[in-house]
C-alpha cells in the first residue's frame, strides 16, 4: 500500500478525533484522491495490487465505491450526531454519596448549620454542624477542603484548601 495512503488516513483519524464531520469530509477528499491516483496509474497502464494481489480496473472502481459507502454513512452518522458539550475535567468529577450527605439541606431546622464559601471559586455552601472539620469536596469546582467549625465569611483565610 502506498505510504502516503496511509499517512492521509492517520491524519484523517486524528481530524476525525476533533471534529466527526471535517473527519468524514477529509474522509471524502482521501477517497477522491485515492480514485484520481488509481486512473493515473491505470490510464499510465499500471496496475494496482492490494496486499499484493493485483486488482484490474472495475475491481479498484467497485472498492472505491464501497469506500465512498463508508465515507457517506460516517458523514451521516457524524451530522445526525447531537452537539456534545466540551465540559472541563475538574467538573466530570461524581461528588461522593458522603459529601452529598453533608451538603444536604439539614433534615430538621433545629438542626445547627455552618454556613462558608468554598476556597477555589467562592461558592455559598451549608454543611451541619456536626461536620465541622471533616474533608469535603466543593460540588462546582472540586477542591477539597475541611468544613470550619464556624460560620466563615467568603473569601475568609481561614478555610484553606487541601493538597491531595
Not at 80 to 104: F, G, I
Not at 105 to 128: N, S, T, Y
Amino acid at each position: 500500500m502506498n505510504p502516503l495512503i496511509i499517512v492521509a488516513i492517520i491524519i484523517q483519524a486524528v481530524i476525525a478525533k476533533a471534529s466527526k464531520v471535517a473527519g468524514a469530509i477529509v474522509g471524502y477528499l482521501i477517497t477522491t484522491g485515492i480514485l484520481l491516483w488509481g486512473l493515473s496509474l491505470y490510464g499510465s497502464g499500471d496496475e494496482i495490487a492490494f496486499a499484493g494481489i493485483p486488482l484490474s480496473q472495475p475491481v479498484f472502481f467497485v472498492v472505491v465505491l464501497i469506500w465512498y459507502a463508508f465515507d457517506t454513512g460516517n458523514l451521516i452518522a457524524a451530522l445526525s450526531a447531537p452537539a456534545q458539550k466540551t465540559v472541563p475535567a475538574r467538573h466530570k468529577e461524581r461528588t461522593d454519596e458522603a459529601l452529598e450527605q453533608l451538603l444536604a439541606p439539614p433534615a430538621a431546622p433545629e438542626q445547627p448549620v455552618v454556613r462558608f464559601a468554598c476556597p477555589g471559586c467562592h461558592g455559598k455552601l451549608k454543611a451541619p454542624e456536626m461536620a465541622a472539620g471533616k474533608t469535603i469536596r466543593c460540588p462546582a469546582c472540586g477542591v477539597t477542603f475541611m468544613v470550619p467549625q464556624r460560620r466563615v465569611e467568603a473569601g475568609c483565610s481561614t478555610v484553606q484548601p487541601i493538597t491531595v
